[in-house]
């Protein structure tokens, strides 16, 4: 039944280190201008810098009195000093008049401070008099409740590199700077397909020795969590021609493919063949040193990458949380990944877990807090089962070389 | 300057577990179906049992042969059991024929075991002689490397709770049980309100005196971010006729209006005025012990919830994580929350911090990985910049009544 592929002996398994420093070759996609509010969680395309500087003008941090600092100085609520009230500032414009020595000028919090003026007293230290003298009761210092022009952002300061993807306060801070629409990479395009002539649509009622087609769900929910745009290009049969016309066809609009092969050796040489076929196309990777997972192909396309994932739904889930992410954040144009601390937890191991040999190990586990201590416990089960996979909150690695973990060992839980 | 507002006097400062405590009085948005591709993301309005059982077959989950498991019984690589190959089964289709005893058919991962069989040997632990002899070096327990019907689901069992937020791989086990359409509860409409005489919108070049709307698009992005629908209602100078006016209107389409009020007193003060003033409205919180964040205002406008937020954008971000998204959780009908270690990350804080005396402190921190330890270094700065909150990767809170953390104790952060 297996068909003859020559270059398979060629392949040795890849470490993930390995398949990732791939990654480089491929081109992030293009660049597209949006408002700024269609921005948020989008990859900045160019380095930005800051057009004006924030605050444009001193503003008052407190509800208080502007003052000349020095007229406040040795004040205390025993020996209060006095100012005379001379006027107030209104919100949103400039204050018509100069806060002369002895003076002092109600102000708001967000008011523009007047001339003359170098502090704000807040008004919890104030108390004013019938004659419209002011009492204050504690000393500020120059500058002292006062945000300065240019203490937010310089003119001209970098604020963000390319690659930077953008967070509600980054936004903010563009508003703030007038930044109305930013250049930022398009999301990739992303041809989901499934292969396999045990495989039906949702839709359909599967004949006795037929499944439905869960891959190409999980899959396309994971590309559209990780910014992608997916589209679900359909069920191939293992047939050589289809596999093939399907490809060229999606290589047409897509930044990358995902093809969750047959399950079969048969089947997956197949689809292997097919790639091969494509103009351009080079076979990069064709199994990858990770359990589950193994049978991964990455593939470049005249440019564009293919990944072939397994067709086991939990193995396909484990690639695309740990290629298929990266990859996904390379053809964005990520390059300021999010930390490495981001999206993980420390856990202990609440049983001895055997690893793989050669293979790096990745377990699902159930999280579990128990008197304080947060415990991960391997949900074990085959990867053909959805199951397990459903009732995991994320994965813990047993690395390559390593036998296995122990119980109560601290260990780090990637999140899904 | 100040209005009086009779009611203040009545109202203290409510912690942050009292004020999440009020959520309850909000009723859930509706519901809505969804073809299972949108439903990434979304949260469940009612429980799902599954419809059937998966595998609806006995299926193969590796590459061999299908044996009767007692004819390999005692094979040892040295001292191998000799079975007959006398058949192949079809990808997807039932197999036509029966394993008899000493008989084997060839079968690939995902096919249907053959009536007869009950276990596969992998091909790894065969040897297929010229004469179509199967040589068997190693025994497979009855059952071993195959899936059960019913193994991955019962037919009846429910899948998934009602407030249950689908992830990637609970949308592949629908699909692998039939559920094309899905009931979730429809994504929360906000309106997003910026009020202030000072504040111009982000097209405009602010006179002096005057800034951009900045906090407008921060909560907006902020609301999206937690699979909110914002709407951007504009600026609302400080006028108590114009701000009941656009809050009435808000009130017509959105399950939530979020206002960032004006940051000085008098214009908080005409803010509260005009919300208690709206048809059956009532003020339940005014001032929460937090900072940042005191000025909160949360009001019940004839069953909708007003959040009133502080001016300040980094206040208003903070309130936003700690107040804002709890709420929106809870319109989304999300009962199923995030496990409280998700989003937070360990880490030893980098220099002594006080507390605010009477109030949770929430302190910006950017994170740090040196020799291996994860630290936590403040970024300290008055919450009218935006700048400390773009350079921040989360929050550590000090708890009330507590005066201080120290330099090196491990703190959790709450990630942004």
């Known amino acids: 039944m297996p068909l003859i592929v020559p270059s398979l002996e060629f392949f040795r398994l890849k470490t993930r280190a390995e398949v990732l420093s791939l990654y480089s070759r491929f081109a992030p996609v293009g660049v597209e201008e949006l408002e700024l509010l269609e921005a948020g969680a989008r990859v900045l395309a160019r380095d930005l810098a800051a057009p004006e500087e924030v605050p444009g003008f001193h503003r008052a941090s407190m509800d208080g009195f502007a003052v000349r600092a020095a007229d406040s100085f040795g004040a205390t609520p025993g020996l209060p000093q006095y100012l005379e009230i001379r006027g107030e500032v209104p919100m949103g414009q400039a204050p018509a008049g100069e806060v002369g020595p ?72 563009l508003a ?58 359909g069920i191939v049969p293992d047939d050589y021609a289809a596999l093939k016309a399907v490809l060229a066809e999606s290589l047409k609009e897509a930044d990358l493919i995902l093809i969750s092969g047959g399950s079969s050796v048969g089947a997956r040489d197949l689809t292997l063949k097919a790639m091969q076929d494509l103009p351009q196309a080079e076979i990069l990777v064709h199994g990858v040193a990770i359990r589950p997972g193994k049978p991964t192909i990455l593939a470049d396309i005249d440019g564009k990458p293919l990944l072939g994932l397994p067709g086991h739904p939990a193995s396909a889930a484990v690639v695309m949380q740990v290629l298929g992410r990266p990859l996904l954040e390379r053809l964005a144009g990520e390059t300021e990944h999010a930390a490495p601390w981001g999206g ?24 579990r807090l128990d008197h304080g201590m947060l415990w991960a416990d391997p949900v074990l089960g085959p990867s053909g089962l959805l ?27 990637q999140l899904f």
């Open 387 to 413: 199951s397990p996979l459903v009732k995991s909150e994320g994965l813990v690695i047993i690395p390559l070389g390593v036998e296995g973990l122990f119980r109560e060992e601290p260990v780090t839980v």
């Open 102 to 173: 002895g003076e002092a000028w109600r102000i708001a919090t967000g008011g523009m401070l007047p001339r003359g003026a170098d502090a704000v007293v807040m008004v919890e230290f104030t108390n004013e008099m019938p004659d419209g003298t002011l009492e204050v009761r504690r000393p500020v210092a120059p500058g002292e409740n006062v945000l300065h022009p240019g203490e937010d952002v310089k003119a001209g300061e970098v604020l963000f590199p390319a690659g930077k993807r953008l967070r509600p306060q980054d936004l903010g801070l």
């Open 344 to 367: 993980t937890v420390q856990a202990h191991l609440s049983r001895n877990l055997a690893g793989a040999t050669g293979r790096e190990d990745f377990v699902r586990v159930r999280l």
């Open 176 to 233: 703030a700077l007038g930044v109305s629409r930013v250049q930022v990479l398009r999301r990739p395009r992303v041809a989901v397909l499934s292969s396999g002539d045990e495989i039906v649509p949702l839709t359909e009622k599967p004949a006795i020795g037929r499944v439905r087609d869960a891959n190409a769900f999980l899959v396309a929910a994971q590309v559209r969590e990780n910014g992608g745009l997916p589209r679900l290009m």
